[in-house]
């Protein structure tokens, strides 16, 4: 093993480590797809302000999850990707979906449904990405543990704000 190889595994224990000293950890670590290295980045996302963001949108717009939109005129509105966000963020947002799709079957359905509609594969990742931000931060802000009967109930009554698939 190189040196380097050495190092790294060094730095992952001591992540670990850290992680689980986290008053939150266990919140993050029980969302679906996540394991120690993504939820000590989703800790690092949210920190343990509770007040620091208001709803979710704010988290989707620091990760680039959120789509940018600009009115012109009357009635037209442009949508497009949104360039200026931290990109360790967009990173860690786009593992988690990706990680997420062999987890629950809601995350291949949805991924399924909207490729199905011609959307590539990175737009589909970051619509799904937004959806695990709206989940995440209800979790965040409640204290909870991930629940899929919750979020599933939630989606039948369209709490948060996506379509059912």
Known sequence: ?????????????QIKELLYQHPDHHIFLSYPGVAEILAARLLALFGDNRSRFTDASELQAITGTYPVTEKIGKNSVIIYFRRACDKFYRDLMHQ??????????????????????QMNHAHVLRCLANIHLKILFAMWKNKTEYDENIFLA??????IGIEKF
């Open 154 to 159: 939630q989606r039948t009554r369209n709490i």
């Open 1 to 13: 093993m190189s040196q380097l190889a050495v190092v790294i595994k060094q730095y992952e224990k």
């Open 96 to 117: 988690l979906a990706f990680s997420s799709l062999t987890k629950t079957k809601w995350t291949m359905a949805y991924y399924r449904q909207h490729r199905a509609r």
